[in-house]
T-cell receptor
Framework: DVKVTQSSRYLVKRTGEKVFLECVQD?????MFWYRQDPGLGLRLIYF???????EKGDIPEGYSVSREKKERFSLILESASTNQTSMYLC?????????????FGPGTRLLVL | AQSVTQLDSQVPVFEEAPVELRCNYS??????LFWYVQYPNQGLQLLLKYLSGSTLVKGINGFEAEFNKSQTSFHLRKPSVHISDTAEYFCAVTPNYGGSQGNLIFGKGTKLSVKP
């Protein structure tokens, strides 16, 4: 079974803090994704990565950056957290061969910025 | 570009009744189609997917969906729901050409509420 884990289920931070959200997958997947989920808006793609040290902007990259130093780990960074970044953050991974079209999701991190 | 419309944001239904959650999409290229389910305080879990072949797709937990190319729809159905089906359901598409990196485009979700 594919397993995608996220470092925290719940996180409370203050405005202006630097925040790191970590995601690890154990299936040797090449692609990894970060989404944010807000009520009534569905999931929106923030960034994705198709290889180590590679990254591409998604639909809403402003205020975020990412890091992928190892294949299994994809980090989302909020350089200076703001209250409008309070949200649920979901990480996903997928392969580039075989079941390449299917994304597997982690349990999510619910971030509250005060 | 692709887009996905889930026509109902909330669907209340009684236990053991049938349910249909509606999904329409727009795309200038062929797509793969998915339904994901999210139980409270959890991540998304794949319910079923359409890649090619038979337009009727069966998934987990007794759900099925039918791809209708002419109506650009991929509605999700279950003949008899349980309380445990209470969750949010997301329809998603991704372009199925070789250069695609598999980015999913999601609908805004439908909250299914099953009442006893």
């Amino acid at each position: 079974d594919v397993k995608v884990t996220q470092s925290s289920r719940y996180l409370v931070k203050r405005t202006g803090e630097k925040v790191f959200l970590e995601c690890v997958q154990d299936m040797d997947h090449e692609n990894m994704f970060w989404y944010r989920q807000d009520p009534g808006l569905g999931l929106r793609l923030i960034y994705f990565s198709y290889d180590v040290k590679m990254k591409e902007k998604g639909d809403i990259p402003e205020g975020y950056s990412v890091s992928r130093e190892k294949k299994e780990r994809f980090s989302l960074i909020l350089e200076s957290a703001s209250t409008n970044q309070t949200s649920m953050y979901l990480c996903a991974s997928s392969a580039v061969a075989g079941e390449r079209e299917t994304q597997y999701f982690g349990p999510g991190t619910r971030l509250l910025v005060l | 570009a692709q887009s996905v419309t889930q026509l109902d944001s909330q669907v209340p239904v009684f236990e053991e009744a049938p349910v249909e959650l509606r999904c329409n999409y727009s795309s200038s290229v062929s797509v793969y189609l998915f339904w994901y389910v999210q139980y409270p305080n959890q991540g998304l879990q794949l319910l079923l997917k359409y890649l090619s072949g038979s337009t009727l797709v069966k998934g987990i937990n007794g759900f099925e969906a039918e791809f209708n190319k002419s109506q650009t729809s991929f509605h999700l159905r279950k003949p008899s729901v349980h309380i445990s089906d209470t969750a949010e359901y997301f329809c998603a598409v991704t372009p199925n050409y070789g250069g695609s990196q598999g980015n999913l485009i999601f609908g805004k979700g439908t909250k299914l509420s099953v009442k006893p």
